[in-house]
């Protein structure tokens, strides 16, 4: 008899929940990772110190108050590294907490330490004085999630040349950065630093950013940003990082040099499956670490499942808790609903982007006709009240038999409110939903029933114009 019906190595979002819902199924589940890292790279380095930073980076300059209390306006003029990791530390240890009080309460023996496979049933865990420990499971999910990937042609002194792991252990803001990679790390982290009053290069090989979002969101977040004295370098490569006494050099292959006090490289992230010793478990993952799943998150070995960033797109931590809960069920043989197709993105830019659907040029190129409907917070009172005359909510609906095809807004709270269109997505629901819904004055959610009212009288003048 095995020694656990369910064994997760790694205890981030994915594993996390696919260990809690074994157990809550009767089973004998069981959870590997480092004392040290119990909570996974989405509390530690990843998710919650990122978004956290955000906060205390809002707060401390008071950005979203200079609309009404002036451009001068700041809460504390110099602000040092050790006011925004005071924040970050209390929120990262209170998570752990919580995710080491949630394994304890469901009866999840943690075992500390690594794992790498021996068999496809037997995982060999090794403690921190590198004793191993054999441990045999019916069933085995990994989600180990990833690292940053770092090209071998820099060389990163974890200083003034970093990754986004680095940067959260930083010794000083610094007045200007260089930023490798225009995605969503990239953008996020260039946004919280030009807050701070860093001078912001970001340089990226393709000659656009977020071009999964929608175009307008993206040219309202761009302006934002040029506002905040950010520059964009597109359709540039970096040649070299050279490193000085004064700082860094970024040299690209057009010849141009950018000095800085510092450079983050965002390029991509790498799947931690190296340490795993695959091929004795009879699998293998690709040349970015990731390993390949059918859809219920099985690898080629049928009992071993995969299961979060380590597998890909969309690599978010919303997405891997479902897939580990998901993954779980079918290990266990619960019925469970497969993932839904449409889900929330999240990027906390400052401003947030956030949105669910297609964007207007996907559906253009699948020949779907569509309207838009648009509100702008600076047409409602909550985006008075709170300062935000930037944001904007579009919704994509069908002409023909009014549905939402894409949600998508911009702003103060865009990742909160984009669940109302899930919802109603979700649902199938239309936009008459929307007119005839009676929102809470004033907030933001009242922007959905603006936008349904622009996007439904647009749709009657058609109408209008063909009988």
Same mark, same amino acid.
């Given at each position: ?7 997760v ?7 996390q ?8 199924l ?6 590997? !990772?480092r ?6 790279v ?11 930073l ?8 008071g950005l979203?108050?200079?609309?009404l209390?002036?451009?001068?306006y ?6 040092? &590294?050790?006011?925004?990791?005071? /924040?970050?530390?209390h &929120? =990262?240890?209170?998570? @752990? ?5 949630q394994?304890?309460r ?13 068999d $496809?049933?037997?995982?060999?865990v090794?403690?921190a004085?590198?004793q191993?420990?054999?441990v ?8 180990t999630?990833?690292r940053?990937? #770092?090209?071998?042609?820099v ?13 959260l252990?930083?010794?000083?803001v610094p007045?200007?950065? @260089?930023?490798? +990679?225009?995605g ?6 260039a946004?919280? %630093? ?6 912001i290069?970001?340089v990226?090989?393709r ?5 999964f979002?929608?175009g ?10 040029? !506002?905040?004295a950010?520059?964009?370098?597109f359709?540039?490569t970096?040649?070299a ?7 860094t ?9 950018i ?7 965002s390029?991509? /992230?790498q799947?931690l ?10 699998l /293998? ?11 219920h998150? #099985?690898t080629? @070995?049928?009992?071993?499942?995969a =299961?979060?960033?380590v ?5 978010? *931590? ?7 809960r998901t ?6 043989g619960?019925? =469970?609903?497969?993932i ?5 993105i ?6 947030e982007?956030?949105?669910i659907?297609r964007?207007?040029? $996907?559906?253009?190129?699948?020949? &779907? ?8 917070? /600076?047409?409602l *009172?909550?985006g008075?009240?709170? +300062? ?8 994509l609906?069908?002409?023909s ?8 807004? %911009? ?7 984009i669940?109302?269109?899930?919802a109603l997505?979700?649902? +199938?629901?239309?936009?008459d939903?929307?007119?005839?819904? @009676?929102?809470?004055?004033p907030?933001l959610?009242?922007?959905?029933? &603006?936008?349904?009212?622009?996007v439904?009288n647009?749709?009657r ?7």
């Open positions: 008899m095995p020694d656990f019906d369910v064994l190595i790694g205890s981030g979002p994915g594993g929940k696919a260990a809690i819902a074994a157990a809550k009767g089973r004998r589940a069981a959870v590997v !990772d004392t040290d890292s119990v909570g996974g989405s509390i530690h380095t990843g998710t919650i110190p990122s978004k956290t955000r906060e205390a980076v809002l707060y401390l300059t979203n108050q200079r609309d209390y002036g451009q001068s700041r809460l504390k003029e110099d602000i040092t &590294v050790a006011d925004l990791t005071a /924040r970050t530390q &929120v =990262v240890s209170r998570e @752990v907490d919580v995710v080491r009080s394994l304890s469901n009866q999840v023996t943690l075992l500390p330490g690594t794992g790498r496979f021996v $496809q049933h037997t995982v060999a090794r403690d004085v590198g191993d420990r054999l045999t499971a019916e069933h085995i999910v990994i989600a999630g990833t940053p990937a #770092r090209p071998a042609s060389e990163f002194d974890d200083r003034t040349v970093m990754d986004s792991d680095s940067i252990s930083m010794e000083r007045r200007s950065m @260089v930023i490798v +990679g225009a969503v790390i990239g953008m996020e982290y946004s919280m %630093f030009a807050a701070l009053g860093s001078k290069t970001v990226e090989q000659e656009g950013m977020l071009d979002c929608d307008e969101i993206v040219e309202a977040l761009k302006y934002h940003l040029r !506002d905040l950010v520059t964009f370098r359709g540039e970096v040649a990082v050279e490193r000085h006494a004064r700082g050099l970024t040299v690209l292959e057009s010849g141009k040099k000095a800085a006090d510092a450079v983050m490289y390029a991509g /992230r799947g499956t190296d340490e795993l010793d695959l091929d004795k478990a009879g /293998r993952a690709d040349k970015r670490g990731r390993i390949s799943v059918d859809e998150y #099985r080629a @070995v049928p009992h071993i499942y =299961v979060g960033d597998i890909g797109f969309p690599a978010l *931590a919303a997405t891997s808790m479902e897939q580990g993954a779980a069920y079918h290990a266990c619960e019925p =469970v609903h497969a839904q197709d449409v889900q929330p999240g990027i906390y830019t400052i401003p982007v956030s949105f659907g964007t207007e040029d $996907q559906l253009t190129d699948d020949l &779907v006709p569509f309207e838009v409907g648009v509100s702008r917070y /600076r047409e *009172a909550r008075q009240i709170i +300062g935000d005359a930037h944001g904007m909510l579009k919704l609906v069908s002409p038999d009014r549905t939402l095809l894409g949600v998508h807004c %911009f702003g103060t709270g865009a990742t909160e409110l669940h109302i269109g899930q997505m979700g649902c +199938g629901g239309t936009v939903y929307l007119v005839d819904a @009676v929102f809470n004055y907030t959610a009242e922007s959905y029933k &603006v936008a349904a009212l622009d439904t647009k749709i003048q058609i109408d209008r114009m063909a009988d």
